[in-house]
């Protein structure tokens, strides 16, 4: 069963019973904290791109659904033609703008739905839901939901704060029916919880100080226009959590050190329910592919491939055999440049390809965090989700300003929530937990 095991509705003293929780009543905008759900759960389903694909990371004006002009841009560099695993691993947007185009926001916002999301309008259908650019938001606690659709290895649970009211005598008086529904496989599931290693675990990621010893930690931030909202959406094996950090009345987010500060406190709360924990790595089930893969090119690796990592495949998706490093190619001065744009960390022996046939599955449990606060210092940049348009209603500006976080558990037989959100600014602070679950306070550090 799917459980809030915490929920944090706002920072500051308490000054109301039973007021505003920004973990569940605060709608956000999500900015590319949304970009695997938005993009990578339709497209890797539908098999419409692997995460080898290469896509073009370019400026680029596109043409959405009223025939007008659309130019997202990055908050970092261009990096030219690289693997969806690059694109994911530094939030390049042009990549998943592509992408979309590929799945249409109709297909987006259907995936969406059965993941619980349920504050999208008809307004959302179109490119800059790709990254997060929507016309109200989500709220943490459905974004939890979401992500632990992932994390439950395809099936989307309801996170419940309750699971039955019952009198003195035992007698049960109401029970709590709780959704659940099927939206992707679990083999979709696994190669997205990989790709999402690549924030945490690359030499580009936008959540490196999100990684846990011994956990294999999936993980994506999330920043709006002019930095007004900062997310950090990840999980373990064990734990689903979500931070939401802004203010209620949209500002600036400036943080020292130039860091996220929600994934600041994603770290400070994930890192420590976990300590007691023993070690869990995602579980590779049998019908997924391994290859050795070019990281220019994103085919499987010959001889001449000079940088080449291991990437994971449903079956029937495995890429061709790399022209791009042959005889004939070997000394191309452009597979330098691709190649520093694609590297991996992990660097295996060309031309293998094999079946990987772990098929351990263990319980997910989902915590969030969202934090509000007056803080005046520098702010931090990393994820790629400012997003620039003339023709779209809502580019990642946020019209709600809450504070929200919420969680709910990611394993189907057993789902463990958290939940924190934080507020400054006089606001409400709530904070919920459900039986048999972990407990931790969450504080605001500069660090």
Same mark, same amino acid.
């Given at each position: 069963?799917? @459980?809030?095991?915490?929920?944090?509705?706002?920072?500051?003293?308490?000054?109301?019973?039973?007021?505003?929780?920004?973990?569940?009543?605060?709608?956000?905008?999500?900015?590319?904290?949304?970009?695997?759900?938005?993009?990578?759960?339709?497209?890797?389903?539908?098999?419409?791109?692997?995460? %080898?694909?290469? /896509?073009?990371?370019? =400026?680029?004006?596109?043409?959405?659904?009223?025939?007008?002009?659309?130019?997202?841009?990055?908050?970092?560099?261009?990096?030219?033609?690289?693997?969806?695993?690059?694109?994911?691993?530094?939030?390049?947007?042009?990549?998943?703008?592509?992408? @979309?185009?590929?799945?249409?926001?109709?297909?987006?916002?259907?995936?969406?739905?059965? @993941?619980?999301?349920?504050?999208?309008?008809?307004?959302?259908?179109?490119?800059?839901?790709?990254?997060?650019?929507?016309?109200?938001?989500?709220?943490?606690?459905?974004?939890?939901?979401?992500?632990?659709?992932?994390?439950?290895?395809?099936?989307?649970?309801?996170?419940?704060?309750?699971?039955?009211?019952?009198?003195?005598?035992?007698? +049960?008086?109401?029970?709590?029916?709780?959704?659940?529904?099927?939206?992707?496989?679990?083999?979709?599931?696994?190669?997205?919880?990989?790709?999402? &290693?690549?924030?945490?675990?690359?030499?580009?990621?936008?959540?490196? !100080?999100?990684?846990?010893?011994?956990?294999?930690?999936?993980?994506?931030?999330?920043?709006?226009?002019?930095?007004?909202?900062?997310?950090?959406?990840? /999980?373990?094996?064990?734990?689903?959590?979500?931070?939401?950090?802004?203010?209620?009345?949209?500002?600036?987010?400036? /943080?020292?050190?130039?860091?996220?500060?929600?994934?600041?406190?994603?770290?400070?709360?994930?890192?420590?329910?976990?300590?007691?924990?023993?070690?869990?790595?995602?579980?590779?089930?049998?019908?997924?592919?391994?290859?050795?893969?070019?990281?220019? $090119?994103?085919?499987?690796?010959?001889?001449?491939?000079?940088?080449?990592?291991?990437?994971?495949?449903?079956?029937?998706?495995?890429?061709? &055999?790399? *022209?791009?490093?042959?005889?004939?190619? *070997?000394?191309?001065?452009?597979?330098?440049?691709?190649?520093?744009?694609?590297?991996?960390?992990?660097?295996?022996?060309?031309?293998?390809?094999?079946?990987? $046939?772990?098929?351990? +599955?263990?319980?997910?449990?989902?915590?969030? !965090?969202?934090?509000?606060?007056?803080?005046?210092?520098?702010?931090?940049?990393?994820?790629?989700?400012?997003? %620039?348009?003339?023709?779209? =209603?809502?580019?990642?500006?946020?019209? !709600?300003?809450?504070?929200?976080?919420?969680?709910?558990?990611?394993?189907?037989?057993?789902?463990?929530?958290?939940?924190?959100?934080?507020?400054?600014?006089?606001?409400?602070?709530?904070?919920?937990?459900?039986?048999?679950?972990?407990?931790?306070?969450?504080?605001?550090?500069?660090?």
């Amino acid at each position: 069963m799917d @459980m809030l095991l915490g929920v944090f509705g706002g920072l500051g003293k308490k000054t109301t019973s039973r007021g505003f929780n920004r973990a569940t009543q605060g709608i956000r905008q999500t900015g590319s904290a949304s970009k695997p759900l938005t993009v990578l759960v339709p497209g890797i389903d539908k098999k419409l791109f692997t995460a %080898s694909t290469i /896509f073009d990371d370019t =400026k680029t004006t596109f043409l959405d659904k009223k025939k007008e002009n659309y130019s997202p841009t990055n908050n970092a560099n261009y990096l030219g033609k690289i693997t969806v695993r690059r694109a994911l691993e530094s939030s390049q947007n042009i990549p998943f703008v592509e992408m @979309m185009e590929k799945i249409t926001p109709a297909t987006s916002i259907k995936y969406l739905e059965k @993941m619980g999301i349920t504050t999208l309008t008809e307004e959302d259908s179109n490119l800059a839901l790709a990254l997060g650019g929507l016309e109200k938001g989500v709220s943490p606690l459905e974004m939890a939901g979401a992500y632990s659709s992932i994390a439950n290895d395809g099936v989307y649970i309801e996170p419940i704060f309750y699971t039955k009211i019952a009198h003195s005598n035992g007698k +049960t008086l109401v029970t709590k029916k709780q959704k659940r529904q099927k939206v992707i496989s679990n083999s979709v599931a696994y190669i997205i919880k990989n790709l999402l &290693t690549s924030p945490v675990t690359g030499s580009h990621g936008t959540a490196t !100080n999100c990684s846990i010893s011994g956990m294999d930690v999936a993980a994506k931030t999330g920043t709006t226009d002019d930095d007004y909202d900062r997310w950090l959406c990840g /999980f373990t094996n064990y734990y689903t959590a979500v931070t939401w950090y802004g203010f209620d009345f949209n500002e600036n987010i400036d /943080f020292a050190g130039n860091q996220n500060p929600a994934s600041v406190l994603w770290s400070n709360v994930m890192s420590s329910i976990h300590k007691k924990l023993d070690k869990s790595k995602f579980q590779k089930p049998n019908n997924i592919l391994s290859a050795t893969i070019c990281s220019s $090119s994103g085919e499987l690796a010959n001889g001449n491939c000079p940088d080449t990592y291991t990437e994971y495949y449903l079956k029937g998706t495995l890429p061709s &055999t790399c *022209k791009e490093h042959n005889s004939s190619n *070997k000394n191309n001065k452009n597979n330098t440049t691709q190649n520093k744009n694609n590297t991996i960390n992990n660097n295996v022996s060309n031309n293998s390809i094999y079946d990987n $046939s772990i098929t351990n +599955t263990t319980p997910n449990n989902i915590i969030e !965090n969202d934090t509000n606060q007056n803080i005046t210092n520098k702010t931090n940049t990393n994820t790629n989700n400012n997003t %620039s348009s003339n023709s779209t =209603k809502n580019n990642n500006t946020t019209h !709600n300003n809450t504070s929200n976080t919420n969680t709910s558990n990611n394993n189907p037989t057993k789902n463990n929530t958290i939940n924190n959100t934080t507020s400054n600014k006089n606001t409400n602070t709530n904070t919920s937990t459900s039986k048999n679950t972990t407990n931790s306070t969450t504080s605001n550090t500069n660090s």
